[in-house]
């Protein structure tokens, strides 16, 4: 029986004292509870893109720096709340970032969350990486992008087609781009539904062709928090309920039915790009063999990617939802540093 809190993430976040309180928290206690940084006063505005509709948040030091803006992007079954606070109701990465200095801009993908809705037959990759160029291009310099899970394949194919807009990119557990990922076995077809296998001796999945996936919670859990001992468990019921559901077309383009998967075709904008990608030890389904694939990939059309496997770093027992759990802090500094000093570096926690 997990314990209930008094209020899900959700309706906290509607209120402007809720995100004030969260801004005030991170401002004051900053990287890993370290004196308050020197860029605390934070002010938070939203922007709407159109074609396709995209929302987003920014939360910006009153005072101007140089550090480059940061675009955090969420993964599949998610807002951009996923970076605003924790499981357990700290301030997220959203607000930690902003507190150490940068513009920190948080989307909902075309389509999903405050974006709005469109059609799911013209809802694909595309569609959702024409937004967040659009949101890009709303800045005034190029930016750091962050990447999560079902993101990655967003992540690279930005870097392809707005890499002039982007200085670096932060890919934590990603999808792969269909030049690297494993082949998906495709067990059975028909006009309402695919049934796939992800892996050897994986579970069978039922997709539908026309139907929003539902994270529902046996599989939520299974999947984001799984064997993860950095998860706040007390919390999950909370969590659980932000979750949101997933795009027909999107989910099969992220297993790549039909070939559909985004591709990197053209690798000319990841020459000399700054690129990690960040896998933390308790996540099933992101080992060495999956994902130091990717890096090599990287490495090869002239990116400067570096494979940071948490636990070479020391750090044990994070999953797939690492902005969410109990380290978060400690994680959100060690990618500070490495934005800042090429090396990421992270106190015990």
């Known amino acids: 029986m997990h314990n209930t809190p008094p209020a899900s993430r959700r309706r906290f ?19 890993s509870g370290a004196s308050t940084p020197p860029h605390a006063a934070v002010r938070v505005r939203s922007g709407f893109v159109a074609g396709p509709s995209t929302y987003y948040e920014v939360l910006e030091p009153v005072a101007k720096t140089r550090k480059p803006p940061m675009v ?40 999903t969350g405050r974006s709005g809705y ?12 024409k937004g967040l160029g659009k949101v890009l291009a709303t800045l005034d310099r190029p930016a750091i992008v962050m990447t999560h899970s079902m993101s990655g394949p967003f992540g690279w194919k930005l870097l392809e087609l707005f890499g002039d807009r982007i200085v670096s990119l932060v890919a934590i557990a990603p ?97 000399g790009k700054r690129v990690a990608l960040i896998m933390g030890t308790n996540d099933a389904d992101h080992t060495a063999a999956i994902d130091k694939p990717i890096v090599d990939w990287l ?21 797939h939802m690492m902005m969410m759990e109990s380290n978060s802090d400690q994680l959100a500094a060690g990618i500070a540093a490495w934005l800042q000093t090429g090396k990421f570096s992270a106190s015990a926690s």
């Open 299 to 319: 490495n090869d059309i002239g990116a400067r990617a570096e494979f940071i496997p948490l636990g070479d770093r020391g750090i044990q027992g994070n999953g």
């Open 118 to 129: 469109i059609p799911y037959d013209d809802l694909s990759g595309e569609t959702v990486v």
């Open 72 to 111: 955090l992007i969420h993964g599949g079954a998610h807002t951009g709340s996923c970076y605003m606070a924790t499981a357990d109701g700290r301030p997220g990465w959203a607000p930690f970032f902003a507190a150490q200095g940068y513009q920190v801009v948080v989307p909902d993908w075309a389509g």
């Open 13 to 31: 976040f509607r209120t402007s004292a809720g995100m004030g309180a969260v801004l005030a928290a991170a401002t004051s206690t900053g990287a």
């Open 175 to 271: 999808g792969g781009p269909a030049n690297v990922s494993a082949p998906t076995e495709f067990l059975s077809s028909t006009s309402d539904d695919v049934e796939v296998r992800l892996a050897p001796g994986a579970p069978v999945l039922k997709l539908s062709r026309k139907l929003p996936f539902v994270a529902e919670p046996g599989w939520a859990t299974k999947k984001l928090v799984g064997s993860s001992t950095r998860f706040p468990r007390e919390h999950l019921d909370s969590y659980l309920a932000s979750l949101t559901v997933i795009p027909p077309r999107l989910l099969l383009e992220r297993v790549n039915y039909e070939n559909s998967a985004p591709r990197v075709t053209d690798p000319s904008g990841y020459k």
